[in-house]
């Protein structure tokens, strides 16, 4: 492996962002893999590959990932809708109900509400 640096990280993690923006989720993560391999603590990181994983249809690494994150930060909205997108795709309706819902109480945004179907109750 050549020698990387912080700078070299960024730049990659830049380079996923982009390639994620371009439809190529397996390019995003294998660029991010590197990244996380020299800072697995870094959060942000972990959830674009999550990201990367759900548009490539790994839905098993993607949950991992969106998991993760939520043990790090609980309370990321965000994290808790993909989670549940993920579980949808899965099949898992009851999963995804749940963090769709907390997804809603984190965050007020019309999509989280409309997918948290606090209404069908």
Same mark, same amino acid.
Do not use: C, W
């Given at each position: 492996?050549? &020698?990387?640096?912080?700078?070299?990280?960024?730049? &990659?993690?830049? @380079?996923?962002?982009?390639? *994620?923006?371009?439809?190529?989720? +397996?390019?995003?993560?294998?660029?991010?893999?590197?990244?996380?391999? @020299?800072?697995?603590?870094?959060?942000?990181?972990? /959830?674009? +590959?999550?990201?990367?994983?759900?548009? =490539?249809?790994?839905?098993?690494?993607?949950?991992?990932?969106?998991?993760?994150?939520?043990?790090?930060?609980? &309370?990321?909205?965000?994290?808790?809708?993909?989670?549940? +997108?993920?579980?949808?795709?899965?099949?898992?309706?009851?999963?995804?109900?749940?963090?769709?819902? /907390?997804? =809603? =109480? *984190?965050?007020?945004?019309?999509?989280? /509400?409309?997918?948290?179907?606090?209404? =069908?109750?």
């Amino acid at each position: 492996m050549p &020698d990387t640096t912080p700078e070299t990280h960024v730049i &990659d993690y830049r @380079a996923a962002e982009q390639l *994620l923006a371009a439809r190529d989720p +397996r390019g995003a993560v294998k660029l991010l893999d590197s990244v996380i391999a @020299a800072h697995p603590e870094h959060t942000a990181a972990r /959830l674009l +590959r999550a990201r990367a994983f759900f548009a =490539a249809a790994q839905l098993r690494p993607a949950e991992l990932e969106f998991e993760l994150v939520l043990e790090r930060e609980p &309370d990321n909205a965000f994290a808790h809708f993909a989670l549940a +997108r993920t579980f949808e795709r899965s099949g898992r309706p009851e999963q995804a109900r749940r963090h769709f819902r /907390l997804a =809603a =109480a *984190l965050d007020p945004n019309p999509e989280y /509400l409309r997918a948290a179907r606090f209404d =069908a109750d």
